[in-house]
């Protein structure tokens, strides 16, 4: 059985890559994938937690994650295809299209 700190360290790497790659990046696809991380590193969290405890409730929070997290790619890069058809940019400052 696998202790629960490498599971936490596990988690907290993938947080630290997801967030540095969504501060450093400028490059939109980037960015989603950095998000993706993040939120996987939220599901490791659930299912250790959800296994330390003996219950199963991490884990269909988990596969409500998975569920979302699959449709904002979907939605987001529809978006972004949409976007670089338009403008032939995918770098996040140059997007303010939105803007007033």
């Given amino acids: 059985m696998v202790p629960i700190g490498h ?3 596990l988690s907290l790497a993938m947080l630290a890559v997801g967030v ?3 501060v450093t990046r400028r490059n939109v696809i980037i960015i989603l994938m950095s998000v993706e991380l993040i939120l996987n590193a939220v599901n490791i969290n659930l299912v250790a937690f959800s296994r330390l405890v003996g219950s199963a409730e991490g884990h269909v929070f988990a596969i409500f994650i998975i569920t979302d997290a699959a449709a ?3 939605v987001g890069l ?6 670089f058809r338009n403008r032939e ?3 996040g400052d140059e ?3 939105l803007k007033w």
């Avoid at 529809?78 to 976007?83: C, D, H, L, S, V």
């Fill in 78 to 83: 529809g978006i972004i295809i949409a976007y």
């Fill in 72 to 74: 904002e790619a979907a």
């Fill in 7 to 9: 599971y936490l360290f």
């Fill in 20 to 22: 540095v790659g969504i």
């Fill in 89 to 91: 940019t995918l770098l």
């Fill in 95 to 97: 997007m303010d299209l």
